[in-house]
């Protein structure tokens, strides 16, 4: 660990989370040894670096899923949808990592938006003018507000933004525009095919929930239905929750060309 690394360890252990956050966000998609190697010796443990996700892989589901000619993939913008989703959670991840919770009332509270939000009220209460008497922690959380409204006067927007980031709120709305904005199907195909196409996608790149692979499937007595079937069923109830999935936008003009 760098000497300066090992400083801001000790002396601000939220932005030194939100460094190693950035660093994580820009390498997400490369899941090499050496890198993983190195956050270990960081001080992250493996179980948190479960979002990095080989981009190699994700190409390969795309061909998968384009392979019969009945869907067709916006590349560039499932990627970046995709990169989004992966964004999201890795910030609320490292958040576990570095221990920023507490409990206040019985109920669990994020450290960080708690502090953002009451260094927020105090700013608006203030005119902007806080006391300059604080902690280490304070002062760099301060700084931080201060960094994201230079950026973006309308505190709904990239500070907005920011806070459901580190929260992990925004996964399904990144998950369901990948899905109703990025994939699309040729002609009118069943759901059930078209669901289960990108069950293995949405596999690769959703830690959070458990799904069954084939074996594991036809080990388990519990469903009496296709697999294929209990794919589609999947991925809806992972995307859409209790709410019907709109119906899929046919593809009239291959664009994608």
Request: hydrophobic residues 40%; contains cysteine.
């Amino acid at each position: 660990m760098s000497p300066d690394l090992e400083k801001l360890k000790i002396e601000s252990p939220v932005v030194f989370m939100l460094c190693l956050s950035h660093i994580y966000q820009d390498l997400v998609f490369f899941p090499d040894e050496d890198i993983t190697v190195r956050f270990i010796e960081l001080g992250v443990k493996h179980f948190h670096l479960k979002w990095f996700t080989s981009l190699e892989e994700i190409k390969i589901e795309f061909e998968r899923i384009e392979y019969e000619g009945l869907i067709r993939i916006s590349k560039q913008v499932a990627l970046q949808m995709i990169k989004l989703h992966l964004d999201v959670q890795v910030y609320a991840e490292m958040q576990l990592w570095g221990n920023f919770f507490k409990k206040k009332n019985g109920i669990t509270m994020n450290m960080v938006t708690e502090s953002i939000s009451n260094i927020i009220r105090r700013r608006d209460y203030a005119g902007g003018n806080i006391s300059s008497n604080k902690d280490s922690y304070s002062k760099n959380i301060d700084d931080l507000v201060e960094h994201l409204q230079k950026k973006d006067s309308d505190q709904s927007g990239l500070l907005g933004m920011f806070l459901q980031n580190i929260k992990g709120e925004t996964e399904d709305n990144f998950q369901q525009f990948l899905l109703d904005d990025c994939i699309y199907p040729t002609k009118k195909i069943p759901d059930t095919k078209y669901f289960s196409s990108v069950f293995p996608l949405i596999k690769l790149i959703n830690k959070k929930k458990y799904m069954m692979s084939k074996i594991e499937f036809e080990k388990s007595e519990k469903y009496l239905m296709s697999y294929e079937r209990y794919q589609a069923i999947r991925v809806k109830k992972i995307i859409y929750k209790n709410n019907k999935p709109a119906p899929r936008k046919i593809l009239v003009q291959d664009f994608f060309q």
